[in-house]
């Protein structure tokens, strides 16, 4: 109820702080499946202080609009793209949607029945923005190791085909789609294809540096058209930030729009969102400069040495197995004979907050920096208790 009287500051954050009780804090480190993370001090400090600025009018906020330029240029030289074009989002769905607006638009003089190909693997948020836009979903299939099939996406290519979509860093396993591959397949059929690198474009780079694998899924790959990413997952920045960037011109110019009201930069809009919070911009730009590439390199380093010690203790559970050796810092579990409903709702009693996959049924757990060693083992700890103390069905 909104009340006629306003009520004191004190009694307003008492409130407050009564209603916040009940959500998890990535302090405890209890959330155990979560994307995003304890955002870097610096980060939080550049935030609070520019919570006033506006991306959406950067007309008004040209110092603001220069530090987006400079974040997409450390973005692109991160992805392996000496020019980018592209925009920065609330993160991986908006950017998603873009791309697939971008190719819809492309198209339209071609086809009035836009299909993309979309992985089984992907994301929800495709099958969000084909919903808002009018876009048919083709499913491609995936491997055993729950990759997307590039023979599979190649059959399913038809004259009415818009876009492909891969993932680096898919939701449920951390599992990187054959890239190389499927882009070859777009290259030559000249269909553009969209990296969805949310989660990944923050870590993968990192894997080669410690010897966990060299992945190619970035613009140095032949056919990659777009790629998204998004620095409030393992970049450390505040929520919401995202980036969405193409290696053409014609690609932004088939999502932006002119604002009548609006002069200077502000009115060519390439956004979903017309206001658009700057702090979170600002703060990605004083994070990336203050970590660097060494930085990262550490945070995944640290990410990955726990993952690795939580697929051991997997392994020594005889009552679980992992879906697939992990990839990067996210594991699928799975159970070999108590449902995976019945752990979750015994787990989630004990105070950790979690999350099931449904390709393959798993537990879905995100090792993200404020999951360490410490959390990670009272983790295991109730886990295993649990895991291997109730009966199967």
């Known amino acids: 109820m909104f009340n006629e009287e306003g009520m004191n500051a004190e009694d307003v954050l008492e409130r407050l702080d009564e209603l916040l009780r009940n959500d998890a804090t990535y302090r405890t480190g209890h ?15 550049v935030f609070s202080r520019t919570l006033e600025k506006n991306a959406g009018r950067l007309h008004t906020f040209k110092g603001s609009a220069e530090v987006e330029r400079q974040v997409m240029g450390m973005l692109g030289s991160l992805l392996q793209l000496e020019t980018p074009f592209g925009t920065t989002t609330s993160g991986g769905t908006e950017s998603n949607i873009l791309a697939m607006l971008a190719y819809r638009e492309r198209a339209k003089r071609r086809t009035k029945n836009p299909e993309v190909i979309v992985p089984k693997n992907a994301h929800m948020s495709l099958e969000k923005a084909a919903w808002m836009l009018g876009v048919n979903v083709v499913k491609a299939n995936v491997d055993r190791e729950f990759k997307a099939r590039a023979k599979d996406i190649e059959k399913k290519i038809t004259n009415d085909t818009v876009g492909i979509f891969a993932t680096a860093g898919t939701t449920y396993l951390g599992q990187i789609d054959p890239v190389e591959e499927i882009g070859e397949i777009a290259s030559s059929n000249r269909i553009p294809l969209h990296v969805d690198a949310a989660f990944g474009g923050f870590v993968i780079p990192f894997l080669a540096d410690l010897g ?47 604002v009548p009201y609006l002069r200077g930069a502000s009115a060519n809009q390439s956004s979903v969102l017309g206001t658009r919070p700057a702090a979170s911009i600002l703060a990605t730009w004083a994070i990336m400069n203050h970590l660097g590439r060494e930085g990262y390199r550490q945070v995944v380093a640290g990410c990955m040495q726990v993952t690795d010690m939580l697929a051991e203790r997997v392994m020594k559970n005889p009552m679980l197995d992992l879906a697939i050796k992990p990839v990067m810092n996210i594991l ?5 004979e108590v449902p995976l409903e019945t752990i979750v709702e015994k787990m989630e009693a004990r105070g950790w907050r979690m999350a099931t996959s449904p390709l393959p049924p798993t537990l879905r757990l995100v090792v993200m920096p404020h999951v360490t060693e410490g959390t990670a083992n009272a983790f295991f700890n109730v886990l295993d208790e649990v895991s291997t103390t109730i009966p199967p069905d």
């Open 212 to 258: 966990r694998g060299d992945y190619a899924f970035d613009f140095s790959v032949k056919g990659v058209t777009s790629i998204s990413t998004d620095p409030h997952k393992m970049g450390l920045a505040p929520i919401p930030s995202g980036a969405l960037l193409f290696n053409k011109a014609s690609f932004m110019k088939n999502i932006t729009r002119k």
């Open 31 to 45: 959330p155990i499946a979560s994307m995003s993370t304890i955002p870097h001090s610096l980060g939080v400090d």
């Open 332 to 336: 699928g579990i799975k159970s070999r």
